[in-house]
């Protein structure tokens, strides 16, 4: 008896916590949107920081953030080993992307969102801000079925194959980067199409997993490993399959990641390795997307979208946030 009743408070704090985490993404996208399409990359993504940092230090939790915002663009950080929430709660691993895609909100461009992840310690990849290779397709799929390693070729065709279909159905997610021009043209080569996105890949990943809706089968290429491993939350919620190998590519790099507990510069990470055990994840749009409609300001009242992912029920939750005291998310 005392055992059930440990295991629902247990429950009952991480659907609340769900709610909460909610509140954390709703405050970074709508600091963030009050600079939509003013060109300012920079001061959006300290509004959002600044935001999320004080909504997170209100949480009942003893959280590390293990994926933080890095140095690469000489952005405002949420750094990597910072200590948040009261202190008076459960050790938690915390992940962060105040603001995924600065551009996108500076150019008030479709997709940028305000995201992170919370799961229990020990359970989110620790690693320093660099880029990660990925692949990543949706659920319903064998393990194995695409691989890192295997040729853009062979993951296109096996993923016709699966789906019983030619590979001109197949439309992969690539981001738009001229480090991508020859994974582009083998992709192309296969017959199979293309979604170039400028920003967002969270938001990218996550649309392989419900191909039906968006048209996107699976998502190749180098991102940003701090994304990576929100993504890889997510699909641990939603399902689906994701691989992704740090790019270590200087001492100065090797030296951080082994500080950091990673002893194989080359490692292949399965999605479990990247995410593990009750993970929660929460995004707000901040523009327009496919994901998530932006921030809404209105005479008295912000209105908000928000999805939160679980992974132990595997509930996604969609909140329209109606903010009637808008006063409340001045800085």
Do not use: W
Request: proline share 5%; aromatic share 2%.
């Amino acid at each position: 008896m005392a055992d059930d009743f440990v295991g629902m408070v247990g429950s009952l704090v991480s659907r609340t916590m769900s709610l909460e985490l909610a509140r954390v993404t709703e405050r970074a996208a709508i600091a963030a949107a009050r600079l939509r399409g003013q060109g300012r990359e920079k001061e959006a993504d300290q509004a959002a920081v600044d935001a999320m940092r004080r909504e997170l230090n209100l949480l009942p939790i003893n959280g590390t953030v293990v994926i933080g915002e890095g140095e690469r663009d000489e952005a405002p950080m949420l750094f990597i080993g910072e200590q948040l929430g009261t202190g008076a709660g459960p050790q938690v691993d915390i992940a962060v992307d105040p603001l995924e895609g600065t551009t996108l909100c500076a150019k008030d461009m479709p997709g940028a969102i305000a995201v992170m992840a919370l799961a229990e310690h020990g359970s989110l990849l620790a690693a320093p801000d660099v880029y990660m290779q990925k692949i990543a397709i949706g659920p319903g799929y064998p393990q194995g079925l695409v691989d890192l390693d295997a040729s853009p070729a062979d993951n296109i065709a096996a993923l016709a194959r699966h789906k019983g279909c030619d590979p001109a159905e197949i439309t992969a997610i690539i981001l738009d980067r001229p480090r991508h021009m020859a994974l582009v043209a083998a992709v192309r080569e296969t017959g199979a199409g293309i979604r170039l996105i400028s920003d967002g890949d969270i938001a990218g990943i996550i649309h392989t997993t419900s191909p039906n809706e968006t048209g996107a089968d699976i998502y190749l290429g180098i991102g940003a490993a701090p994304e990576g491993v929100i993504a890889a939350g997510a699909l641990r919620c939603i399902g689906g399959h994701m691989q992704g190998r740090l790019i270590l590519d200087s001492h100065d790099k090797r030296e951080r990641a082994a500080r950091m507990g990673i002893t194989d510069p080359n490692r292949k990470y399965e999605l479990a390795d990247m995410a593990r055990g009750d993970v929660i994840v929460a995004a707000t749009g901040v523009t327009d997307g496919a994901l998530l409609q932006g921030v809404r300001f209105k005479p008295g009242m912000i209105v908000t979208e928000t999805v939160v992912y679980r992974s132990s029920t595997g509930t996604v939750r969609r909140i329209i946030g109606e903010h009637r005291r808008p006063e409340r998310f001045e800085a």
